[in-house]
């Protein structure tokens, strides 16, 4: 039987308690493996050997020498391939071509990309006059933040994690991970990278386990966690800012959506339907920036929306390594229960489903005890329907026609979230005149999940707080101190 153990300063080991919980491939519900649970115990190990590696080699490292080991994590990410493929399509049941295309080549890119960009980036000096004439430097200086524990989701699970592990290190802090608890597989071979490129110990750990009254929470409570990065659901982002509030700890939130595609009549329809295909269905809907309230002017909309009905038709739900298949199953059985509920509530409400809506019959027996879930279409809901206000994060879309601008930005703004925007047009001038006034970290045009990983990224309102992404992230990564020198 597998084991995926805790890795804490450069070695993998097991919980004190015994304590073990099972890891599930969504495919079929078979086992993969036991995880062990972090209790306080691992936590503390994890975090003091956090806060020695701080004082250890791993201070001295000069920023060339830190730039050279992440690219090299990278590249031993790359050579691993395979066997991050393997764990990653196992826990999530994704497509292996989608996997291959997305989350490994991204998650290894992630330790390139961030060290390239904050090296290149300069601090701030000033030179202040002074009575005696002889003046003042002041000169910025950036030190790393501390111990940085990284709470992760499973949607993607590699990429999201060193999304943030990436900048993290390259700004020379430690960190502590906790990894889904649906997903702890990538994590864990991390740690063997890790190893293997020789980055000290202490400075890359691991804990496995759940959220509340688990590894979660004794990570996120600890007092010598310095900084907090999360990305997962806002009702969790607003307990960890809690835990954050004591010692004044500082966070960056990257947290849900119910995010607004717009399509208006002078679009190309073809771009259209194939942007909105993906926004809504890829990584069977489980992507926080994919579009599950969609608008479409009154001009188009019927040939819009019959468009999208025969290319969800089209796909092909099947295991990771069929080849024909693009559309794997929910993460888990019990993120399925909670789709399913949604699924009825849309109904309940008076949807008119327009495909789908149901948990499909695979035809395998095996198959059937997995996660699977039809994709789905709803017409006719209710702006104030909870199945179009509430993240379902399952491959699902509503779709309701529109008739002007200014009515359309008015019914996208109109949620609690603001992390995402897709605007399809031909005209340029209202693609600027509406992104500019979609209240969205992120606004599209024309395309989707398309982003320079130099740039900022984040959500405004409940989807999340702060910006990570190119030198945005030494905001966070990093403590700036100013240093004033009397000439
Ligand atoms: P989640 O909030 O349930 O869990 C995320 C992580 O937080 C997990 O590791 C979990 O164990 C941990 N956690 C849960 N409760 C905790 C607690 N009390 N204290 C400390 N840690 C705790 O989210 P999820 O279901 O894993 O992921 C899906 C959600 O993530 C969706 O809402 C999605 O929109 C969001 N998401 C956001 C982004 C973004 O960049 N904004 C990206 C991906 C996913």
Not at 304 to 319: I, N, P, T, Y
Request: aromatic fraction near 8%; charged fraction near 25%.
């Amino acid at each position: 039987m597998k084991e995926f153990r805790h890795f804490i300063n450069g070695q993998f080991v097991s919980s004190a308690s015994g304590k073990t919980f099972e890891n599930r491939n969504p495919v079929d519900n078979s086992l993969i493996g036991l995880v062990h649970e972090a209790g306080r115990e691992e936590v503390d190990a994890a975090v003091a050997a956090a806060k020695q590696a701080l004082k250890g080699p791993w201070a001295k490292y000069s920023q060339a020498k830190r730039i050279e080991l992440l690219n090299k994590v990278a590249d031993r990410i790359n050579e691993r391939f395979e066997e991050f493929l393997v764990a990653e399509c196992l826990d999530t049941g994704k497509p292996r071509h989608i996997a291959s295309h997305i989350d490994i080549p991204r998650g290894a890119a992630n330790f390139k990309a961030f060290s390239e960009t904050l090296a290149n980036h300069p601090t701030e000096s000033f030179r202040l006059d002074t009575p005696d004439g002889k003046g003042a430097i002041n000169m910025g200086h950036r030190t790393p933040k501390g111990v940085i524990a990284v709470i992760s989701p499973w949607n993607l699970p590699l990429l999201l994690m060193t999304w943030k592990v990436g900048p993290a290190m390259a700004c020379g802090n430690t960190v502590v991970v906790k990894p889904s608890e649906e997903t702890p597989a990538t994590t864990t071979l991390l740690g063997e990278v890790m190893n293997e490129c020789g980055v000290p110990a202490g400075v890359f750990n691991v804990v496995h386990g759940f959220g509340p009254d688990s590894a979660g929470a004794f990570l996120t409570e600890h007092k010598d966690v310095d900084a907090i990065t999360f990305t997962g659901e806002t009702r969790t982002g607003e307990i960890i800012m809690k835990a954050a509030a004591c010692g004044l700890r500082n966070i960056s939130l990257e947290c849900g959506g119910k995010n607004p595609g717009i399509v208006f009549d002078d679009c190309d329809i073809e771009k259209a339907v194939e942007g909105t295909m993906r926004s809504a269905f890829v990584n069977c809907g489980q992507v926080c920036l994919g579009t599950e309230r969609v608008y479409v002017q009154r001009g188009v909309y019927d040939q819009f929306l019959a468009r999208m009905k025969e290319e969800v038709a089209k796909l092909k739900l099947g295991r990771p390594e069929d080849p024909d298949a693009n559309f794997g199953p929910l993460v888990s059985l019990e993120h399925r229960d909670k789709v399913a509920y949604y699924y009825g509530l849309a109904k309940e409400e008076g949807a008119t489903v327009e495909i789908g809506g149901g948990i499909p019959d695979m035809g395998d027996a095996e198959l059937n005890q997995g996660a699977w879930i039809e994709p789905t279409i709803w017409t006719g809901l209710a702006d104030n329907a909870r199945v179009v206000r509430e993240e379902i994060f399952g491959p699902c879309c509503h779709i309701r026609p529109f008739d002007t601008e200014e009515e359309v930005i008015a019914l996208a703004n109109d949620t609690d979230y603001g992390l995402a925007a897709a605007i399809w047009t031909e005209n340029s001038a209202r693609a600027i005149r509406v992104g500019e006034q979609m209240e969205a970290g992120i606004v599209w045009i024309n395309s989707w999940f398309l982003r320079d990983l130099r740039t900022a990224f984040g959500g405004a309102k409940q989807s999340g707080i702060g910006r990570e992404g190119g030198v945005h992230g030494l905001e966070f990564y990093t403590e700036l101190k100013n240093i004033c020198i009397k000439l």
